[in-house]
């Protein structure tokens, strides 16, 4: 069982925006503004797209963006594309006996 | 251009040992805490453990607390994982990831390509 819970999958067609949800509790997301998503495609390492909530790495698209409302933080993909189509990951930093946390998993299909 | 390089993974017995090894290269490995995540085949990330830059104080998951040892060694730009009483469980790829910011920080902007541990009699 993650401690971050996420939906198993979401999709959406080409140049539609999706949002996926990350929800914790006050002993992580909602308590830090330390939370982040990756993006995995089949067979590769873990991508970072989002840090601290909202913030986007260099050289990330402006197509993704993050957001957070209390215990929950979401990953917004606008403009749909092909490539986006991979499993996405939302982590958190928790003062619980570990430091880190993960979310389960969501699948993006790419209709 | 930052790179991180894990070797070591193999399939071991239950009950078994192994040690993991990250190669870093392209930033100053030793303004860095470091961590391991592990992925179990066809699973979800799971964090494995921390180390500070200076190796003083290491952290693990409750999963792997008192089987597991993270080590580095700053001169040789390298950060290790000695896995002990391995269990089927711990079957996944480990990756070595490097946090955002020098110091503590709970994000990874670079990952290794990952080694795989399988744990199989």
């Known amino acids: 069982q993650s401690a971050l819970t996420q939906p198993a999958s979401v999709s959406g067609s080409p140049g539609q925006s999706i949002t996926i949800s990350c929800t914790g509790t006050?002993?992580?997301?909602?308590?830090?503004?330390?939370v982040s998503w990756y993006q995995q495609h089949p067979g590769k390492a873990p991508k970072l797209m989002i840090y601290?909530?909202?913030n986007r790495p260099s050289g990330v698209s402006n197509r993704f963006s993050g957001s957070k409302s209390g215990n929950t933080a979401s990953l917004t993909i606008s403009g749909l594309q092909a490539e986006d189509e991979a499993d996405y990951y939302c982590?958190?930093?928790?003062?619980?006996?570990?430091?880190?946390?993960f979310g389960g998993g969501t699948k993006l299909t790419v209709l | 251009e930052v790179q991180l390089v894990e070797s070591g993974g193999v399939v071991v017995q239950p009950g078994g040992s192994l040690r993991l090894s990250c190669a870093a290269s392209?930033?100053?490995?030793?303004?860095?805490?470091m961590h391991w995540v592990r992925q179990a085949p066809g699973k979800g990330l799971e964090w494995v453990s921390l180390?500070?830059?200076?190796?003083?104080?290491?952290y693990y998951a409750d999963s792997v607390k008192g089987r597991f040892t993270i080590s580095r060694d700053n001169s040789k730009n390298s950060l290790y994982l000695q896995m002990n009483s391995l269990r089927a469980e711990d079957t996944a790829f480990y990756y070595c990831?490097?946090?955002?910011?020098?110091?503590?920080?709970?994000?990874?902007?670079?990952w290794g390509q990952g080694t795989l541990v399988t744990v199989s009699s």
């Open positions: 990831a490097k946090p955002g910011r020098d110091g503590y920080d709970y994000y990874f902007d670079y």
């Open positions: 392209g930033f100053t490995f030793d303004d860095y805490a």
């Open positions: 180390i500070s830059w200076d190796g003083d104080s290491p």
């Open positions: 006050s002993s992580d997301v909602g308590g830090y503004n330390y």
């Open positions: 601290e909530v909202s």
């Open positions: 982590s958190s930093y928790t003062i619980s006996s570990t430091p880190v946390v």
